[in-house]
Nanobody, 124 residues
Framework: VQLQASGGGLVQAGGSLRLSCAAS????????MGWSRQAPGKEREFVAA????????YYADSVKGRFTISRDNAKNTVYLQMNSLKPEDTAVYYC??????????????????WGQGTQVTVSS
């Protein structure tokens, strides 16, 4: 499984960004997908997950109500819509795929495959 994240950039506080992650795998719909982030000097934080079919989702408290994760299995792509961005959302964002046939994972250590990361910077 290879993952390619994109969509990061510089945005003002209160703004929005949509991250995308394209997966190179034949059985994309067999994998739960997630996003984590890592700010400078901080531990990686797992922020969102979506189940194989896209029905169930999980959000960390820090992003709940502002971020929305979704997936398009026909396009082998998972998205992270980020609204009402805050300076503390500044981080490198990584997408992740679970082992095959894993329904949904709510922690980073449940994911086996990681993309290269995309930088999100929120200015105050």
């Amino acid at each position: 499984v290879q993952l390619q994240a994109s969509g990061g950039g510089l945005v003002q506080a209160g703004g929005s960004l949509r991250l995308s992650c394209a997966a190179s795998v034949r059985t994309f719909s067999s994998h739960a997908m997630g996003w984590s982030r890592q700010a400078p000097g901080k531990e990686r934080e797992f922020v969102a997950a979506v189940s194989r079919g896209g029905v169930d989702t999980y959000y960390a408290d820090s992003v709940k109500g502002r971020f929305t994760i979704s997936r398009d299995n026909a396009k082998n792509t998972v998205y992270l819509q980020m609204n009402s961005l805050k300076p503390e959302d500044t981080a490198v964002y990584y997408c992740a795929a679970s082992p095959a046939y894993y329904y949904i994972g709510r922690q980073g250590n449940e994911y086996d495959y990681w993309g290269q990361g995309t930088q999100v910077t929120v200015s105050s």
